[in-house]
């Protein structure tokens, strides 16, 4: 028997894999389960090790039926095997069963038990025996033999999240359900969803339906980075309620919360285009075509605004379960505001608004998350997105703000992955490669024991300024999402990078079984070769 603590540097012996232009393959050898992300610890026991094949079955209780249906199809999708779901156990029939025990101390833990006679996933909750499915997912992805092993996992944040910026560019029904995937096979459980900005309203709100009919809908887009040249060409769309809560449903069943967010006051221009009164000057306004910051914002000085503001967040809570509700609170110039005659008797403008926006949904039993420019004069209860670097979450921890780490500086995913740019798809500056995500740790040991604690956790985001199809949101997520993933759920003394690398190659064969495009900038030998790149 051996016991392998994966908080200390761990050598193991990676299969050799070969590379046929579509799929990676690898020698038939028993599963190590050193998966991404990497499991907390797991001991290696000696004995005869458990062989998947059309004879073995599930086995799980009613409540975990969905859990069970998720691991069926995996094996299918990985080994090419339909195994049964059964919820009653019978003599000599080899079971990979699902249970739940309060026997793992971490919530969202889970203990998996592999011996030559089956495979046990227990979890203290079906969120635990979602993710130790997902490790028997990925250690089934090259081989049908498992080693027998005793492994106890669980994430070290419980804010594990990917962001999605569907405003920008709008993105098909089914790609956001394809993304979501993306997050569970990450063990990510939260979807911080973009819904509105000044380039596009993408939500239905009953109470306001020009935000659709109009708002939806801009005539055309600056190309590059603010060049003087318009397309002309007419880009929208929107989600209708019944399908947001369409994904809402998909990603609960996933164990991932949606967190939908309706930035205010500023990122306004296309509700402003709507209804050009919540505005203080009145418009006219259309539709934003072009990036970056516009001075025009909600007039937070008049009473309208809080009609239409809580008009719509009364929707959207409708809609979005989520306890938390994302009021943006970025990028909101003061230009508007100081020419304004009734905007600017008020001493603090921002401050004014986040408070009447936090007591409107506070009072609804939910918790207010905005960006790190909300900070100053935010109430105690409201949460910090630190995107600014890793100062205004230290900041806000200390004040005992709950915080969520997104800097610019390790996760913005829009960013480019290469030092050549020429080669790459997006058009936005800034360079962050997959080590450079992977060296991120959201609450350092420089940060005190007593802020660290409101340190939730971290998340990534794609902007879409530059993203315009759903396969380049794939290749800027992606592999950079796999480093992201083990910096939230993996200890950070057990992460290595070359080994990560190592786990990570591996781990490329569900992408290239799942479809997704991803960036190859770390096999070289992948790359589509220099004299094809005209």
Known sequence: MITVNLRSKVMVLVALFTFNGALLTSVAEPADYEVVPLPQSFTRMDGTPFTLDS???????????????FLQ??????????????????????????????????????????????????????????????????????TKILSPAE????????????????????????????????LALHNMNTFHWHLTDDQGWRIEIKKYPELTTIGSMRSGTTLGTNSDLDDGIPHGG???????????????????????????????????????????TGGPYQVGHYWGVYTDVLCVANPKVYEFVEGVLAEIMDIFPSEVIHIGGD???????????????????????????????????????????????????AMIMSWQGMEPGAKAAKLGHDVVMAPTSHV???????????????????????????????????????????????????????????????????????????????????????????????????????HYQYAKHLWPERQLPSRWRF
């Open 55 to 69: 004879k073995v079955q599930i086995l799980a209780p009613a409540s975990l039926q969905r859990e069970a249906e």
């Open 73 to 142: 199809q995996y094996i299918k999708d990985v080994a090419a095997i339909q195994l049964p779901i059964v919820q009653k156990r019978v003599k000599n029939c080899r079971y990979i069963e699902l249970k739940l025990a309060a026997t793992c101390v971490n919530k969202e833990g889970y203990h998996m038990s592999v011996n030559q006679n089956g495979v046990t996933i227990t979890g203290d909750d079906a969120a635990g025996v979602f993710y130790g499915v997902q490790t028997l997912r990925k250690a089934l992805s090259d």
């Open 151 to 182: 492994i106890a996992d669980y994430p070290r944040f419980s804010w594990r999240g990917m962001h999605l910026d569907c405003s920008r560019h709008f993105f098909s029904l089914d790609f956001v359900k394809k993304y979501i995937d993306l």
């Open 238 to 280: 929107f989600y209708t309620q019944q399908q947001a809560r369409e994904i809402v449903r998909y990603a609960a069943e996933r164990h991932i919360t949606v967190v939908p967010e309706i930035d205010m006051p500023g990122h306004m221009l296309a509700a402003l285009a709507c209804y050009p009164e919540l505005g203080c």
């Open 331 to 381: 990028e909101a110039p003061t230009d508007k505001w100081d020419a304004c005659v009734k905007c600017s008797k008020l001493p603090n403008k921002q401050s004014y608004f986040t408070r009447r926006v936090f007591d409107f949904i506070t009072a609804h039993h939910r918790r207010v998350l905005g960006w790190d420019e909300i900070l100053d004069g935010a109430p105690a209860d």
């Open 412 to 514: 913005y995913f829009d960013y480019q992955q290469s030092k050549a740019p020429e080669h790459e798809p997006s058009r936005c500056s800034g360079f962050i490669p997959v080590e450079k995500v992977y060296s991120l740790d959201p609450a350092p040991e420089n940060i005190p024991a007593s802020a660290r604690k409101h340190i939730l956790g971290g998340q990534a985001n794609i902007w879409t300024e530059y993203i315009f199809t759903e396969g380049m949101v794939e290749y800027q997520a992606l592999p950079r999402m796999s480093a992201l993933a083990e910096v939230l759920w993996t200890m950070p003394e057990a992460k290595n990078y070359q080994y990560f690398v190592e786990r990570l190659t591996r781990f490329t064969q569900l992408f290239e079984l799942y």
